[in-house]
C-alpha cells in the first residue's frame, strides 16, 4: 500500500503541481476539505429522491463520518461550519430536447413551434391556501411572458414548418426558493406578416381557409399558442428525464402534443474552499477515490471478492455530487477508470470492475472522447493505462505468487486480469495514446521468462542446504527438480489454457525452455563437485534426481516449435558412475525384505484360495519393486540397458535361490520345536507352493520386464542369439534349479506318506482269505482319501500331480512287492486286484487327479496283467492259454511247421459243429526216409468246456508231406459254448511211429467263434459255399509259459496240473524236434 504524500502547510491541493496525490490515502488537511464538500453536498440537496437512494441525511452524516473515518466532535465541528458557510446559488439545468405531435396552426397544416420559458418564483400566502388550487388553475393558464420577467425568460429558436420540432437547447435558470419555484415552458407558433396571395398558394383543403379567415381577425403578427408545461421544481429529481404534456387554456383542442424535457438541479458558485479551488472533476474523483478505498477495506469477504458494487450511501452522494457540481456522463467515467485503475493497483480488487469500466469506454467513439478531453486529462489517461499495463504485466511475471492454485478462485481472478489487458490494449484510446508501448503478446512474453528465471532462482535460493554435503545437496537437487515439475504440470494443466485463449500466448513452452536450460547448467555445475566416491545415500538421492530429470526431459513432446536440441538431451550420461550403486542398492533392499519375511514367516497359507505363505508376498513386492526400477530407469544407451538388464535377471534369480535355501531351513527350524508329523507335512506343502509361486514370478519376467521391447530396439546393436543365449540361458538355469527343488520337497513330503502306504499293503496282506477283499482295502483307501484330500487342499494342483505321481509309483512298488508273496493263493491275488483297481479309481480322482496317461505305467500295465492272471480261476487260466495261443498262430512266421486246411460249419438246427479236414501242406519231415506219417487229432479246448465231447482222428496218410485227408467230422456242441473266449479247434499233426510215440509235426488253433454259421441265420447260410481256413501250424515254444507256471503252482488243483502235464509233454516234444 503505498504511503500518502502531505502537502505543504497553507496550500490547497490544486491542478496545476498543488493537485491532491492520486494514492490509497489522503492527508488529513486533504481529507477535511474533502469531508466539508460532502457535508455541503448533503445540506444542500435538491430535488425528489430517487427511488434507489438514502433520503435520510442523518443516514448520509453517519455513512461519510465513518468513511472518512472522522470523530463525532469533529464531525459537529465541520457540519456547524459548513452550515455557516454562504448557500449555493441553486439552478435548473434545462435541456428541451424536442415535441411531438403538436397543433398545426398555419394554413400548410403547419406550424414554426418555439419556446419561452423560466421560473416563477412567488412565496405562498398561508391565509390564501383555500384557494390555492383556484390560482394554481390560473397560472397555469397564464402565459410566461405575462409571469416572468423578460430578463429572466430564455427562447429557443424558430423550428419552421414541423408538427415534431427537434431543438436540443440548454438553458440554465436560477432560483432561490425550491419549494415555492415553478417551472414554466410555454410552446407558441410563430407568425410572420404574409399576404393574402401568399397564404392562399399555401392553401391545401378547407381547414386551411377556415385559419385564413381566423387570421384576419388576428392582430398583425400575433403568435399562436400551442401548449404550455407547468411543473413544481419540488417535484422533480436531481437528474430528470421526461416527456410532459402540452396543456391547453381552452378546452378547443385538449390534445396538443408532448414535450420531451431534461432537467438537472445543480449549484453555482458553492462555498467550499475545494469547491472554489479545485475543478468539479476533479474534486469528484477525489471524492470518488476516498468512497472507493472505504467500500473496498469494508467489504466481508475481503477486496478479491468486491464486485465494485457501491453501497446505497455512497452511490446517493456521488450522485447528488455530481449532479449539483453538473458533471457530464464522461466525466464521470473518466473518473471512475482513474480511481479504480489505480485502486486496483493498491488494493487489488476484482478486476471485473475494471472491465466494465473499459467497456464503456469502448461503447464511446473515440472522436467524441478525444474532443471531451483536455490535453491534462489525455496525459491522466495515459499514465492510468501504463500505470495499469506495466502493474499487469509485473503480476504476470509474478503470477505463481500472486496467484497461488491453494487460494480460492485465483484463476477467476487471474483470467480477469488477463482479460483487462486485451481489453485496455484493444481500446482506440489507449492506441491513440500509448503509441510508444510495446505489444501485449510481446510484453507477456518477457514478463513470463523473466518471472520463470527469478522464481528457479527464488527456489534454488530456499531449497540451498544448510550442511553442503553430497547428501543434503543431492536432497536439495531433488526437492528444486519437483518443484519445476510440479510447476510445469500446473502450467500444461491449469495456466497455459489462459494464455493461449487471451493473450495468444504458450506459457507452457516458454517455462519450459527455460527452466530446462536453467536446470541443466545448475545441475551439471553441482554434479561436477561430487567426487566418484560417493556414499550410498548420495547414489540414492541421485537416483531420485535421474527420476526428476527424466521427468522433466518428457515434457518437451509437450513444447511447441522447439528449436534445436535441448541443454537436457543427454542427461543420462551425468549418471553412469551411479548405476552400480543404484543396481547394489536395489539387490540389497530386495535380499533383505526377502530375509525379514522369511524370518517371520510361520509356513501357513494365506487362504483357502492363496496356498503359499507370507513370504511370498513380500517376494513378490521385492520383484515388483525391482521390476519397477528398470521401467523407472528406462535407460536411453542400448548397449548399457541389455547389461543393466542382465544384472537385474542375475539378481532376481540369485534371490530366488536363497530363498529356497531359507524358506526350506525355515521349516525344518519350526518342526525342531514341534513334533507332530501332520505339522511339518503341512509346512512342506507350504513351501513347495513357496517355491511353485516363485517359479510363476521368474516366468513372468520376460514380460513384466519387456524383453520384446528391449530386444527390438537394440536389434540394430545387439544381435539376437546374444539375447536369448544370455537372458534367456540365466532365466532357463534358474527354472531348471526351481524345478528340482521343488521336487526335492515333494519328495521328501512323499517319503513321509510312502510309511503309511506301505503300513496299509502290508496289512492288506496279512488279511485273512476269507474276508471280503472290498473290507480288505477299506483301512488304506482311508487313509489315502485323509492324507490326499488335505494334501490337495494345501498343494498347488501341479505340485499335487507331482506329489500324486510319486506315490503311485511308490504303491505300484509295494504291490508288485506284495504280489511275489503266496503264489497259488488265488484270493490272496484277487485282494490286490481289487486293491489295484480301488487306487487307480482313487489317483485317477474322476479327472482331477492323475491323467490315464500318467497312471498306465509300464509297471502298472505289467502288474495288472499279472495280477489279472493270479487272481483268475484255473479254467479261466486254461481259456487264457488257448487264447493266448490263437493270438500266437495270427502272429506266427509264413507256414515255417507247414499248414492244415479246414472248413469249419455250424448248424443251429443240429447244434452241430460239421469240420470238413482237406488236408495239410509242406509238413516237416520227420522219419528218417525224408518223409512222415501224418495224421490229425481233433480235439474241443478247453476240455472242461466239452468234457463229454472225444477227440477224433484221421487216418494216417504214409510217406507225404502233403496229405490229403478230405474227412468230415460232426461235433455236438451248444452255441453258447462256441462264442466264449479261448473255446477252439484244435488240430495236433502228428508222424505215425510204430515203434515208439508218435512225433509232434504242429498245432493249429480254429476259435469257434469264428465258425460259420455260429452267428448267422441257418436259412442264410449256404453249405456248398464254406469257405476254406488255411491255418499255419505252430510250436508251444515259450508262449504261454507264464500260465501254465502259475497253473502248476497249484498243486491241488488235478485239472490244473493234468492240463500243465499235458502242456508240458507238447513242449517236450517241439523241444526235440528242433
Known sequence: MEASRENPAGEIPGEDGNEMDLSHKFSRKELTLLYEEVLYTILHRMGKPEVYHVVDPDELYTYVQKAFSMDPEEHCILLQRVKDLETPTFCLKTTVKQARGILGKDVSGFSDPYCLLGIETKEEDTSTKSSSHQKNKKQ????????????????????????????DETFILEFKDLENARFHLDMW??????????????????????????????????????????????DLNCRDDRWCNLEPRTETYPNRGHCHLQFLLIHKRRATTIGKTQPNYVVHRHLLQQMVSYEILQHQAGSLSWNGELSKHANTILYLHATQKDLSDFQQVMAQWLVYSKLYQILEFNSNCLLHQINVFLSTSFAILQAALRLLQKAELANSFRSLLTYGVSLIQRYRIVFPLSSPKSTQRFQSLLRVLVHMCKMKAFQELCTLTSDLQQLVTEALKAGTTEWFQMKKQHLKPMVKTMEECGKALVSLLMEVNADLKQCHKTWNKYFTNTVRVDLFSIAYLELQELVSSYVKEKLSKMDSGMSQLTAESLFQLYLSLQELYRMKDLVCNSEGPLALANFHQWFKEAIPMWLQKTYAIALERTQRAIQVDQLKPLGELNKHSTSTVDLSTCY??????????????????????????????????????LIKTRAEELSSKQYEEGEAANRLCVVVNNIEQLRMMILKLPSQLDWAHLEHKTGGVIAS???????????????????????????????????????????????????????????????????????????????????????????????????KQQAGNVRYFQKLRVALQSLELCFHAEGCGLPNDTLHTAAFTALEKKLELCSSTSRKLIQKYFSVRIEQQTKASPEKYGAVTIKALYRHSEQKLRIDVLNAVNLIPLDSNGSSDPFIQLTLEPRHEFPEVMARTTQCIKNNLHPLFDEVFEFLVPPDKCRQDGVCLLLTVFDYDTLGANDLEGEAFFPLCKVLGLNEEEEATNPSRVPQNRLPLTHPGTTGNEILKLLETRKGDKEAQAFVKLRRQRAKQSQELE
Open 140 to 167: 397555469s393558464k397564464a402565459v410566461v411572458k405575462n409571469l416572468i420577467p423578460e430578463d429572466q425568460t430564455h427562447r429557443t429558436r424558430v423550428i419552421s414548418q414541423t408538427l415534431n420540432p427537434v431543438w
Open 721 to 819: 542369439e546374444q539375447i536369448q543365449h544370455t537372458l534367456h540361458h540365466q532365466l532357463q538355469t534358474a527354472i531348471t534349479f526351481l524345478n528340482n527343488e521343488i521336487r526335492g520337497v515333494v519328495q521328501t513330503l512323499a517319503a513321509k506318506l510312502d510309511a503309511g502306504i506301505t503300513r496299509h499293503i502290508q496289512e492288506l496282506s496279512a488279511c485273512s482269505d476269507s474276508k471280503d477283499p472290498e473290507d480288505c482295502i477299506t483301512p488304506l483307501m482311508r487313509f489315502l482319501e485323509c492324507e490326499l484330500q488335505y494334501l490337495n487342499e494345501n498343494l498347488v494342483q501341479e505340485n499335487f500331480n507331482s506329489l500324486l505321481e510319486l506315490l503311485w509309483n511308490h504303491t505300484l512298488n509295494m504291490l508288485e512287492g506284495a504280489a
Open 624 to 661: 515388483a519393486q525391482m521390476v519397477k526400477t528398470w521401467q523407472q530407469l528406462d535407460w536411453p544407451d542400448l548397449e548399457e540397458a541389455f547389461m543393466i538388464m542382465v544384472k537385474f535377471v542375475e539378481d532376481m534369480c540369485k534371490i530366488a535361490q536363497i530363498y529356497c535355501r
Open 189 to 234: 407558433d410563430s407568425d410572420e406578416i404574409e399576404t393574402v396571395r401568399h397564404k392562399l398558394g399555401d392553401l391545401t383543403d378547407l381547414h386551411g381557409l377556415k385559419r385564413i379567415f381566423k387570421d384576419a381577425r388576428k392582430d398583425k403578427g400575433q403568435d399562436d399558442f400551442l401548449g404550455n408545461v407547468v411543473l413544481r421544481l419540488q
